[in-house]
């Protein structure tokens, strides 16, 4: 869509005026088709009613993350807007919204808040100055003897809304540059703030992809291969065909698709086909020989990610830790099913859904259909959950749906059933880490040798040659080779062996610091038992050359009472980790009986985020991140037999429960470094947390996730 499309659009959808500002473009990486970094580029992330109304539009998607009330926060802090009336709305997809580091249009890696904190500013601030200038001339006085003050302009005794000033200051040039404010006279930034999607989510009138529907629109669901990359050999739908609703099959690229008047006519015309599978190069896959293989596997040489020193030389003595930790495939299994509308014309394509890269489906869309990206508009709806599910680089439920609506000529949604998506999407890879370490006399560690073995997320898609260089995937050894307890040891060695076994695999919430974090936090705790020092003042030696990890733990340790008496039976672990440019710490207090039962009771957490543009929305995302890891933790597990994954839904693949959830505290450090994410980094540091409790409890190691409670009984 050109920029005059899009303001017109914006200007009918709204009924008011869009204010369009040329701001610099920020530096963008491998952007196609955008535009010289160095030349200014048209942008529209606002509109101002004329009943006063402060209408953000948002580059991003609402998962909830809470950007639709932070990004807006951005925006109003430099336009000193009312608040009260201050809303927000997803963009299209254009160029005019790609993402200010990747350049492309893409919601993840935590970065959404960091990314625009200074383009939503420099927005609302061009804002600010047309209105005022748009004011100026209408009170007959200099801009300069005019304030703002909640969505007013002020000079004397004159004032007007910014509603009433709208439509003049559309007409005048936009400012080159402006002046930000002084984080000083800040109102809003760093206030805590009620999210502003609340009302709609609770009352129902939020629209999810699920939600959407047209008249004459057919339902579809797909038959798909039980093994990955399996092939479609024959199929008999007369069965299927016969039932009441259905009302087409087609062949697909991915299986066959039953469309129907709704979803239940479709899901029983699927069950009723007759499908003959070639189920492909994985049909052997077996859980329990792949991790043997992984094991082989460590025992070889990898490609080095990290080395200093000898490490080889300096772990030839006896006070030696070795230890194998493992942790498996993980599903996403948002809330909201996968599902994706397509209305495909001779020369349109609308696509409705909840999706974190527009950019790319747009593209994958314009791939299959034939035509131009400008010709495929992408109505992004709010997301019930994504946690990387819906940013594949395939684009994988979208581009289905497509086929479907292209073979079928109809406009139809495809919807994922739970099932679907658990036993043939994508999943966070399984890994294998071997670990041996050597002790100082000092009791801290002297040399480490640390072996991963686990699939590249990376590795054939557009990110491997930002994101794999020698063979190393970064995600996979983050939070590894790059650790603060790694570099501070002389002679260390970091390898990585990135096996191909055919499991479609993707980033996953905190992508590879979910079970780096895990590792390296059980770890340090069993050198610290193995030192017989405490937990926490082993960290605190280990890392008082890094402050912020020491800020996290201390704070962390003072609100869960560390050291001090708990209730009889309950223990405490620790762990602190950074990842997404955020340093967390919690404290874990659980309680194990005798018969294995384990309770986590309360979880204490400190983030240092750096500035918290709104620190409501930052405790959410720690409560959320601590609660998503959790059920990792406790039933979390995809596993494979004769090629087909075993777990279905919620009933073998459970998400933590109400009575499973325990008490969490979420503590901000003060700070006024750079910011730092928010949505993923409340993930990494749970496991061991919860893990060293247990030990603490028990005396059992666990090594090895999620918690079986048949190993935790004690005597």
Known sequence: MGRRGFLKRGGLLGGGLVLGFTVPMAKRLGAQGAPDSKLPAPNAFLRIGPDDSVRVILAHAEMGQGIWTTLPMLIAEELDADWSKVSAEHSGVAPAYNHTAFGFQITGGSTTTHSEFDRYRQVGAMARELLVKAAAAKFAVKPEECRTEKGMVIAGDKKASYGELAEAAAKLPAPEKVTLKDPKDWKIIGKATKRLDSTEKVNGTAQFGMDVHFDGMLTAVVARSPGFGGKLRSVDDKAALAVSGVRQVVKVPSGVAVLADHYWAAKQGREALKIEWDEGPTAGLDSAKQREDFRKLAATAGAPAAKAGDAGKALQGDDLLEAEYYVPYLAHAPMEPLNCTVKLGENKCEIWTGTQMQTVDQQVVAHITGLKPEQISIHTTFLGGGFGRRATPTSDFISEAVQVAKASGKLVKVVWSREDDIRGGYYRSAFLHHAKVALGKDGYPAAWKHVLVGQSIMA????????????????????????????????????????????????????????????????????????????????????????????????????????????????????????????????????????????????????????????????????????????????????????????????????????????????????????????????????????????????????????????????
């Open 460 to 715: 054939g898609t557009m990110m491997e040659a930002m994101m794999v260089k020698d063979g190393i995937d970064a995600t996979s050894v983050e939070g590894v080779s790059d650790s603060p307890y790694m570099k501070e040891i002389p002679d260390h060695l970091v390898e990585l062996h990135s096996p191909k076994t055919g499991v479609p695999v993707l980033w996953w919430r905190s992508v590879g610091h979910s079970h780096t974090g895990f590792v390296m936090e059980s770890l340090i705790d069993e050198l610290a038992h193995k030192a017989k020092k405490d937990p926490v003042e082993y960290r605190r030696e280990l890392l008082k050359d890094h402050p912020r990890h020491l800020a996290a733990l201390n704070l962390a340790a003072e609100k869960s009472g560390w050291g001090k008496p708990l209730p009889a039976g309950h223990f405490h672990g620790v762990s602190v980790h950074e990842s997404f440019a955020s340093f967390v710490a919690e404290v874990a207090e659980v309680s194990v009986s005798k018969e294995g039962i384990l309770k986590v009771h309360k979880v204490t957490c400190a983030i240092d985020c750096g500035l918290a543009v709104n620190p409501e929305g930052v405790k959410a995302q720690m409560e959320s991140g601590i609660v998503f890891a959790l059920s990792a933790v406790l039933h979390g597990e995809i596993t494979f037999d004769k090629g087909a994954v075993k777990q279905r839904n919620f009933h073998d693949y459970p998400v933590l429960r109400m009575h499973e959830t325990p008490l969490i505290e979420t503590h901000i450090v003060q700070s006024s470094a750079k910011m730092g994410g928010a949505g993923e980094c409340g993930v990494p540091p749970l496991a061991a947390a919860v893990t060293n409790a247990i030990f603490a409890a028990t005396g059992k190691r666990v090594r090895e996730l999620p918690v079986r409670t048949d190993q935790l009984k004690h005597a």
